[in-house]
């Protein structure tokens, strides 16, 4: 157990829905990372908060959004999904938010099928 | 799109041999990272190497930089069938709090 906790594990929804991916940080982690891992297109970088701000922005599609709660927790929602957007989606969390020596603690993954 | 690309995609070897697996980069960083991921997954961080560092061991881990030709290596010793499973360099560009990852080299360890 990393001490990352990623809900839900497994999600199948259709095409068009909206889904809703919970994080919750590693106890005294500030930032929390959003990461899409496909096998055609390896780990991309989605967003990054460092104690409840925006810090660092990727590859994130308009109908994608996240935020990060006073408690630290985030969410990553995804909305009007497509079939493309079948993925594993990994949260990681690091004690700071600077690009200095962070490294990165991953939870399990919440893998998303689109039908 | 991605900073570090590995190479190869496979490396399939006996138990007991090396493994080496190469990352190349395009832009200057602040350190570099090595993830191991075992199918499906979260990553998990082996070593980080700062820029100004050219080399750095863990274990039967070793990992070199050259900031000059933006490429690093990850030499695994006396490999074991435990080790197999796809490895990821991560990038820390200067300036830029992101963290960047190749697409992973995949590595089979045949007994």
């Known amino acids: 157990d990393s001490g990352v906790t990623q809900t839900p594990k497994h999600l199948i929804t259709a095409t068009g829905q909206r889904v809703t991916l919970r994080c919750s940080p590693r106890?005294?982690?500030?930032?929390v990372y959003w990461y899409q891992q496909s096998l055609d297109q390896g780990l991309q970088f989605l967003i990054q908060y460092y104690n409840g701000e925006e810090r660092a922005k990727g590859n994130i599609l308009e109908r994608f959004s996240a935020q990060q709660f006073p408690d630290l927790h985030s969410e990553l929602n995804l909305s009007s999904l497509e079939l493309g957007d079948s993925a594993l989606y990994f949260c990681a969390s690091s004690k700071t938010g600077g690009s200095g020596a962070n490294v990165l603690t991953f939870g399990a993954g919440s893998r998303l099928t689109v039908l | 799109s991605q900073q570090g690309e590995e190479d190869p995609q496979a490396l399939s070897i006996q138990e007991g041999e090396n493994a080496t697996m190469n990352c190349s980069y395009k832009t200057s960083i602040n350190n570099l990272q090595w993830y191991r991921q075992n199918s499906g997954r979260g990553l998990v961080h082996l070593i980080l190497?700062?820029?100004?560092?050219r080399e750095k061991h863990s274990g039967r881990l070793r990992v070199t930089l050259d900031t000059s030709k933006k490429s690093s290596s990850l030499l695994i010793t006396a490999s074991r069938a435990a080790d197999t499973a796809s490895y990821f360099c991560?990038?820390?560009?200067?300036?830029?709090?992101?963290?960047?990852f190749g697409k992973g080299t995949r590595l089979h360890i045949l007994p």
């Open positions: 106890s005294g982690d500030l930032s």
């Open positions: 190497i700062r820029s100004n560092e």
């Open positions: 991560a990038t820390v560009p200067n300036r830029d709090d992101k963290i960047i």
